[in-house]
């Protein structure tokens, strides 16, 4: 068999884009060096934005009993609800935190409540998925080298033996230190680091030896729960020595001894990472036939768990794009605003987290300006703004349309079609673009009429009406919405290609 495309890495992000390219027929590959899925705890959640992609494609469901926070805590009082308490009198529940301050509670719009769903448990679901819908998903192979070509990408893959692999195109989703993005020679400028941090499940001789929650101390940061195992830590005395090197308990226990001011012995150790605060992006997120998506475009340390929002954002706006490349029926440049369109948006995630970082430091200084920061994000304004950034609840692509809604994510709309009751999530499932009619304008339907090969027509009731009719692209972002025939005939041509 030939494939349209070759995903490396069976990360979250790579697995997704399998979907989403799978969902619109394309042949598809996902090549992944490990023989199973990485056991290490890493994302504990999905937040945002990411939260709703996951739950239009109906992938929160496969997701199967999620544990509480009450799970997780093994009965303890969950740590982000007791913080919560603390930091917040009232008003609603917190949806995330801002370098440890638990101040986040709600962006301009109703969605972005987070998953709580380990970062394990979201690719088992989604691998599953990907094969179900028919990608091939082979464990055990590493890519080793890439050779592109007008027509083309040639691969060196060793898996149980070395062969060669052709396809058209060529999507690096192989994480922070991406193969694929070194072999191509994607440029990666960014910020060096400051901090060694690392995330860990321990046994310690003394459970109580520091308290639940985050807290900063005089060398740095250490985060103890949700679970009781589980430590987050960082010092603020350079970036690691060596990276690559396996994390030992020794090295564990005295970052815990230096930052909790504890003689605290660490007894046995369950899983353990090592993180920095390099922020690095690559230029551009296409070089030819090849593409990256996820960290493998870019690193940031985990402060605030925008990782996954941001790889899931970059798979959602390159699928649909790069499959209408491969069908032959992209528009000019339709391909390019994947970087026009994703580079800003990861931009300000580095951004952000550089800042979450200066206000993680130790030190008198850093504890007034916490004081300040909690203060002006108390007011309605700030804390949306705060809260839309961390969730990336607000971002606006250009797409050439004045009404309000256009590039923006379609509010999650309560529908009746043909008397029955449904919701944009429910329509989004097969990850195609839609033409939500909420005013009877048939002669705007027939407007779209020679895109029937590649547009579905709802025409619906709504009980918020935002616009007489909304154009949405399988990213889930609005391309147009108004009455007039020719923006729609425009944005209909801009987007999805030339009628057949
Ligand atoms: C401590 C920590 C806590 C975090 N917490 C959160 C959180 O709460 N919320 C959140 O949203 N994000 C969080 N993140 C970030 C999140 O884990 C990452 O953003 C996410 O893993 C990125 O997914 P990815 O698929 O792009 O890359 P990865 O998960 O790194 O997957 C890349 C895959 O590519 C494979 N690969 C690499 N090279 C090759 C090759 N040559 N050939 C074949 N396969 C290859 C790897 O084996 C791997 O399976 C956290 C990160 C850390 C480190």
């Not at 300006?369 to 950034?389: G, I, K, M, Q, W």
């Amino acid at each position: 068999m030939s494939y349209d495309v070759v995903i490396v890495g069976a990360g979250p992000i790579g697995l997704f884009l399998a979907c989403e390219l799978r969902l619109q027929g394309v042949r598809t590959i996902v090549l992944e060096r490990r023989t199973e899925i990485d056991p290490t705890l890493k994302a504990g959640a999905v937040g945002g934005r990411g939260a709703d992609i996951l739950t239009r494609r109906g992938i929160v469901e496969l997701l199967g009993d999620l544990p509480s926070m009450a799970d997780l805590m093994g009965g303890r009082k969950p740590a982000a609800q007791s913080l919560q308490a603390k930091t917040a009198k009232a008003g609603p529940p917190t949806v995330g935190h801002f370098a440890g301050l638990w101040i986040l509670r709600g962006g301009s719009t109703p969605a972005g409540m987070p998953i709580i769903a380990g970062q394990q448990a979201l690719e088992v679901a989604l691998e599953k998925y990907a094969i179900e819908l028919g990608a091939d998903v082979r464990r055990g192979h590493a890519l080793t080298g890439i050779d592109q070509d007008d027509t083309g990408v040639s691969l060196t893959v060793e898996g149980p033996e070395a062969y060669e692999l052709r396809a058209g195109w060529l999507v690096g989703c192989d994480g922070g230190r991406s193969a694929v993005r070194k072999l191509t020679g994607f440029a990666f400028p960014g910020v060096d680091g400051v901090i060694t941090g690392h995330q860990a499940l321990v046994e310690v001789d003394a459970p109580d030896f520091f308290p639940f929650g985050w807290h900063r101390t005089e060398h740095g940061l250490l985060a103890r729960g949700p679970m009781p195992q589980r430590v987050l830590a960082a010092e603020f005395d350079g970036p690691p020595v060596d990276r690559s090197a396996p994390v030992t308990r020794e090295e564990l226990q005295a970052s815990l001894r230096r930052l909790s001011g504890t003689e605290v012995t660490v007894t046995a150790v369950h899983s353990a990472t090592r993180f920095t605060d390099n922020t690095r992006q690559a230029e551009t997120y296409r070089v030819g036939r090849v593409l990256l998506a996820g960290d493998a475009a870019h690193v940031h340390p985990p402060f605030g768990g925008q990782g996954l929002t941001l790889g899931l954002g970059d798979a959602a706006n390159l699928g649909w794009k790069l499959a209408a490349e491969v069908a032959g029926r992209a528009p000019d440049g339709l391909l390019d605003t994947y970087t026009t369109e994703r580079h800003p948006a990861a931009a300000r995630v580095l951004h952000n987290t550089r800042a979450q970082v200066a206000l993680l430091a130790p030190g008198p200084r850093v504890d007034a300006l916490r004081d300040v920061f909690t203060a002006l994000a108390s007011t309605e304004e700030a804390n949306r703004l705060l809260t839309d950034l961390m969730g990336d609840l607000d971002l606006r692509y250009e797409v050439d349309c004045d009404h309000p809604l256009a590039g923006r994510y379609c509010p999650d709309l309560s529908l009746t079609v043909s008397g029955t009751a449904t919701t944009v999530a429910d329509l989004s499932r097969s990850g195609g673009p839609l033409l939500l009619d909420l005013d009877d304008r048939s002669s705007l339907r027939d407007t779209v009429r020679p895109w029937a090969d590649r547009l579905e027509v709802v025409t619906a009731r709504a009980e918020e009406v935002p616009a007489p009719v909304v154009l949405v692209r399988p990213d889930g972002y609005v391309a147009w919405a108004g009455e007039d025939a020719d923006g729609l005939r425009r944005a209909c041509a801009r987007w999805f290609g030339s009628p057949r």
